[in-house]
């Protein structure tokens, strides 16, 4: 290993111990097609499966890899939502599905969950809900404290996920945070996540190669 792979499987480490005390499982995989497996292997056949909206998720091929298996999950597919009440529909039937599979727009080095969220679905379902929750995070989003996590995320992650979404916010025109209430805003809801009372329902995949916003 490089000085730098060897640098993030420590830093991987000690947050991992750091989730630990926190009811978070936690593992860590040095590329994308390992933190694939390892997803994999944390799912069980035939179950129900959803997602929050993850470009992460997808980068590992974790997303596709669900969609295109239909007779080994079921999945629970938002993207065929037409209307809001059949994406109302969708979030309902996610907060019952065995697995949830998601992202988290940072990490603190002491473990802690980080999100921002504009509808809330996502960060409803890491709170509540499913039976097991799937985080699939990049090293490239920890940072030391829940403050400059909320700092990552305006500056740096909002703008890009705002274009990606086609949305007129302020920070997707300028590319910097105006805190603005938009009705496009992402940034309506804050949510750390700081524990689990269920040591079994969260399981944190932290991902050596850079991924997402």
């Known amino acids: 290993m490089t000085p730098k792979e060897t640098a993030l499987e420590i830093q991987a480490n000690h947050v991992i111990q750091a989730m630990k005390k ?14 694939l497996a390892k997803a994999l292997s944390l799912m069980e056949k035939g ?19 669900v969609k295109e298996h239909p007779g080994e999950y079921h999945f629970i597919d938002r993207s065929l939502a037409k209307t809001m009440e ?21 990490f ?30 990049s090293m490239n989003k920890m940072v030391p404290t829940v403050d400059t996590a909320y700092e990552r995320i305006r500056d740096y992650a909002c703008s890009p996920n705002c274009i990606r979404l086609g949305l007129k916010t302020p920070c997707a025109l300028t590319g910097f945070c105006k805190d603005c ?21 969260i399981k944190v995949i932290l991902v050596g190669e850079p991924l997402g916003f």
């Open 86 to 106: 059949e994406k109302r529909q969708c979030h309902a039937q996610s907060v019952l599905a065995d697995y949830y599979l998601m992202s988290s727009n940072a």
């Open 47 to 65: 179950s129900v499966v959803a997602n929050g909206g993850s470009v992460s998720v997808e980068e590992i091929g974790l997303l596709s890899y």
């Open 108 to 137: 603190t080095k002491d473990g802690e969950l980080v999100n921002i969220d504009g509808t809330g679905n996502r960060v409803s379902c890491l709170t509540f809900g499913p039976k097991h929750v799937i985080v699939v995070v």
């Open 181 to 201: 209430t938009s009705g496009d805003s992402i940034c309506a809801d804050f949510v750390t996540k700081r524990m689990s009372r269920d040591p079994d329902r």
């Open 22 to 35: 926190r009811n978070f499982e936690a593992f860590y995989c040095a590329t994308k097609e390992d933190a």
